[in-house]
Structures are given as structure tokens and as C-alpha cells.
């Protein structure tokens, strides 16, 4: 097996790891699953080619992608993660004793293993009590929901490619509108601001076809594509900046990257980033 890994960006350019220890090299029936030990990051999941996560630095993506919502949110109660076959997502969801439920629609039941067995970092948090995981096609499970069924929804998904197509569309974001209660709030990865602007912009699109709060928010991973990535934002009533604070302060104690500054300072968007979403600029 080759003792190096490379994310390869537009054939030109790469992002990538020495390997220290194959442990997965399949096709699913969705994608092409890769994992594996790192010299420098610990263990590594890829999907089709596309970094996912690794051990040394997704607690920041997962913070970033949950604690906002959870947080602006008053009293979220049921949650559904789509995607999020790791367990990251879930296990910071968790760290919110106001939960009662959490679902979560996965479409790859080889993901969800494969973390069971070499990313019980992340895959803790699909053992907590609360939470409900399932094999499926989150577009179908959420045509599939009921009205006003949860407080959060959090779209944790791989890239727009293959089966997280449609999870980048307004047709997705009218059913999500219509499950979420009346405080609702929806988010999603969103995307590199510099690899991928046109799917940060389109996100944010179908978002604000639907939702009448949008917002995108920002926070630098290291091993994602150019070391910044997007968050789309969507709420029925509540803007993001609206959030308890002795909340916060709870949960940031927890967090090696989240706290109630971050919180704030992630909205603020360089000007490249506002042009390319269609905000003004000043
Ligand atoms: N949480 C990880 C991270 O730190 O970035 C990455 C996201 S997680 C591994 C992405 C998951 O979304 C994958 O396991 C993939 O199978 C799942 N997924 C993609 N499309 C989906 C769909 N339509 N319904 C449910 N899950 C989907």
C-alpha cells in the first residue's frame, strides 16, 4: 500500500500525509472509503478521494458546525444530523443536557463501521443513549419527517459530490424548513472559500430561497482544502449573534476551539468572501 496520501486539488495541486498504517481501502456502495494512520494527524478518513476528518484537528470543524445552532437556539430539545457517520457531530450535540433526541440519517453504513473500529474519538457520540442512528438517505428522511420535528437540524455531509448532491439544493432546504419548529435553525458544512467559492455561494442560494435568516460563518481547519472553511447558517426567527452567553460559557469550557468571542468573530467575512456570496463589500 502507498506510504503516502494526497488530496489532490484540480490536478494541480495537493494536500497530503505519510502513512504510517493502511487500515481501510473500499468501495461502498456510495464512495470510495480511506482510512488510515498519519505520521502527523493520527488517523485519517477520506471519502472519494476527500479528506473528512482527522483525529488531530476535527474537533474543530464539529465544534464549529454544532455549538453555533445549539446554542442560539433557546432550548433545542430534538436534533437531526444528516450525514455526520463519524460520530463527531453527535457527541458534541450531546454536551447539551437540554437534548432529549438526536437522529442520524446516515447513507453509509461502512462509514459508520469503519469509525466504530479506527475513530472512536469521534464514533463515542453515536453510543450516547440519546442518540438514534440510522442507514438511510437523509435527502429521503427528511421528505419523510413530519412537520415542526426538530428544534436543530445539522447537515454534516461530504462534499457536493455523489450522494451529498442533493443536500445542497433549495428543494432540500423547503422540507428542512418545513420540519423545523418555529425557532427552527438549520445548518451545513458549506465548503472552501477559496477551492470552492461557487458552492459556498450556492448554499447560501438555496438557503435564502427558503429561510429569512441566512448567514455564513468561517473557521480555519488545517487539513481542509486551503485551511478555511465554510458554514451556512439558516433560521426561521433567530439571527446567529443572538445566543446565551452563561450557555456558552458552559459549553466553550468544554471546547478546545469554541468560546463565546468565536462565536461572534466567525460572521466577520473578509471581502473576497462577501463579494463571492453576493454581500456588499462595506
Ligand atoms: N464529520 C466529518 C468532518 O469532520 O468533516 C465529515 C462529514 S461525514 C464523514 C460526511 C458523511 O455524509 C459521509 O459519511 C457520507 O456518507 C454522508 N452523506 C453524504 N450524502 C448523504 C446523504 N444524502 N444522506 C445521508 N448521509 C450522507
Known amino acids: ?16 500525509f505519510t502513512v504510517e498504517e493502511w487500515f481501510v481501502n473500499t468501495q461502498s456502495s456510495f464512495q470510495k472509503i480511506e482510512c488510515f494512520r498519519s505520521k502527523s494527524h493520527g488517523v485519517v478518513l477520506a471519502l472519494d478521494g476527500l479528506i473528512q476528518l482527522t483525529e488531530q484537528d476535527e474537533f474543530i ?25 463519524d460520530g463527531g457531530s453527535a457527541r458534541e450535540v450531546c454536551l447539551h443536557t437540554c437534548v432529549e433526541r438526536v437522529d442520524m440519517c446516515e447513507i453509509d453504513g461502512q462509514v459508520i463501521e469503519t469509525c ?13 443513549p440519546k442518540v438514534n442512528v440510522m442507514v438511510g438517505d437523509g435527502i429521503e428522511f427528511v421528505k419523510q419527517a413530519k412537520d415542526n420535528s426538530y428544534d436543530v437540524v445539522i447537515v454534516d455531509s461530504s462534499d457536493p459530490v455523489g450522494p451529498g448532491v442533493g443536500l445542497f439544493n433549495s428543494i432540500f432546504y423547503r422540507d428542512v424548513f418545513r420540519i423545523l419548529t418555529t425557532n427552527g435553525i438549520v445548518v451545513a458544512q458549506g465548503e472552501s472559500p477559496f477551492y470552492q467559492i461557487a458552492a459556498v455561494r450556492n448554499l447560501r442560494k438555496a438557503m435564502q430561497e427558503v429561510f429569512p435568516i441566512t448567514a455564513t460563518y468561517l473557521a480555519n481547519i488545517p487539513t481542509y482544502p486551503s485551511g478555511l472553511w465554510s458554514f451556512a447558517y439558516a433560521a ?16 466553550a469550557s468544554q471546547c478546545k476551539y469554541y468560546n463565546e468571542e468565536i462565536h461572534l468573530a466567525s460572521f466577520v467575512l473578509p471581502n473576497l468572501v462577501k463579494k463571492s456570496i453576493g454581500m456588499n463589500e462595506k
Not at 503516502?4 to 494536500?15: A, G, L, P
Not at 470543524?61 to 457517520?85: F, Q
Not at 426561521?236 to 459549553?251: E, G, N, V, W
Request: aromatic residues 10%; positive net charge.
Open 1 to 16: 500500500m502507498k506510504q503516502e496520501y494526497r488530496e489532490v486539488y484540480e490536478n494541480m495541486s495537493f494536500f497530503g
Open 61 to 85: 470543524y464539529h465544534e464549529m458546525l454544532v455549538h453555533i445552532p445549539m446554542l442560539v437556539h433557546p432550548n433545542p430539545k430534538n436534533v437531526l444530523i444528516i450525514g455526520g457517520g
Open 116 to 128: 466504530k473500529q479506527y475513530l472512536k474519538c469521534t464514533a463515542t457520540g453515536m453510543n450516547h
Open 236 to 251: 426561521k426567527t433567530l439571527s446567529p449573534k443572538q445566543f446565551s452567553q452563561q450557555r456558552a460559557s458552559l459549553i
